[in-house]
């Protein structure tokens, strides 16, 4: 009987042990007049460590330190502070709560407290440090110099300005820097880069090209680039010779006499239609010649960007264009410029954006301008013909204007210089960008607009779609 009684005071004893355990554990119900919720204040400041500045836009996060539930998050203001409330069931409340303050360029950081109904915990970030990678291609070399922040051992601070400075071999000569540098420090040198994530930099070198061609040269593909950093002029009786694929870059300024090619003798520029040779920001002009020694330069497969052909120049000579894109070459300033040409010359199948026009004047040769694509996107109110002008036209020779397009139906196309009474140009069988014969007319600019010009410009027959052999509007320039 009294082991059967042991047994179940055992038993009770057990089971109140269980229930004390459980009562513990918070999962409880609350005791009599305690609230079921708790409210929670937590605030802080956040500042650099490096130079104790508050630190705008930095996260906190707040969680629950024994599950990592999130209970709250706040964001700092321009003064650095955060402050952010949030309540907890009380039976559920822990004892330590985690804050974790993440911002940009900054470590993050992390601590864990114990937790009251109001917390107060100020945090120091410190500066990440990026890596700012260098590299070459050419004969050159980079230095570097901070101008702000700081170089660490493990990289720059975060937005640390580091100047880059780009120094050419002998020979060579800076053309421009890839990767991390904005478009518009491309050309830059010296440029500096604001290092505010890994960055990675390639300053290009290519070959110098200037001083006078005195003999027959090439200028290779496998060499290209080249940069133009002084005056080039071609002797007569030497020929520079460009091939396919070649690269040639000037400076930006297109009227800059560091960009200029000066032809007294012969340019052959040899693109093919696979390769074409590019020539950016490049000035290509004939050189004052005397009457019996021309010059020649003949362009085919020629991708011109910026810069100017053949502008106004006393000179003795011919040129020839063919198969090739001018965007942007030259203005209503810088024409192309053909005057009094000693052999006859040639603007055949080419695409002219937003270009000088060809302007003529001619007594011994004729200049031929056919096939070709004029696109002008600009205001052209103040301009007569954005095509082609001729102000002297004598001994039989001629401008002949054939199966061209002229897309910009919204300005004069072609003209009669006015005063010239020598001028004359003919423009039959051109596509228009229209076939309404009133817009044509008002596309010319001839005696039925100024008493002053030589005469009319004939353009019956038109065309009513472009030529098959005229260049087609490229999807880009749609």
Known sequence: MQSSTSRVWFVLALFSLSVLVSCDSGGGTPEPGEPSETSVDVTGTVTSAETGVPIEGASVEIFHGENGNTLASATTRGNGIYASTFTVETSQKPDKIQLEVTADGFEADQKKVDISSSVSEDFELTLREYTLETNTEGDGSITRKVISGSEEEGGYLFESEVRLTAEAAEGWAFAYWNGDVPKAEQESNPTTVEVNSDAQVTATFVNELEGIVSTNRTLKASESPYKITGKVQIAYGTALTVEPGVQIIGTKDSRNVESKIEVFG?????????????????????????????????MQNVEMRGGALYPPVVSSGSITLEDSFLYEVGDKFDPIYVSYPVEDSYFERNIFYNSGSIETSHYQASVYVR??????????????????????????????????TFASTDGVAVSLSSGDNDAALEATDNYWGTTDKSLI???????????????????????????????AIPDSLR
């Open 371 to 404: 096939n070709n694509l004029f696109i002008r996107d600009e205001q052209l109110s103040s301009e007569t013909g954005y095509a082609v002008e001729n102000s002297r036209a004598d001994r039989n020779t001629e401008t002949v204007v054939e199966g061209n």
């Open 441 to 471: 007319e008002s596309m010319i600019y001839d005696e039925n607009d100024d008493l002053n010009a030589a005469g009319e410009i004939p353009y019956e027959p038109y065309l009513e779609s472009p030529a098959s052999a005229t260049p």
């Open 266 to 298: 012969e340019l052959l520029v040899n693109g093919n239609q696979d390769e074409k040779v590019i020539l950016k920001d490049i000035v290509v002009e004939p050189g004052d010649n005397e009457r019996g020694k021309p010059h020649n330069i003949l």
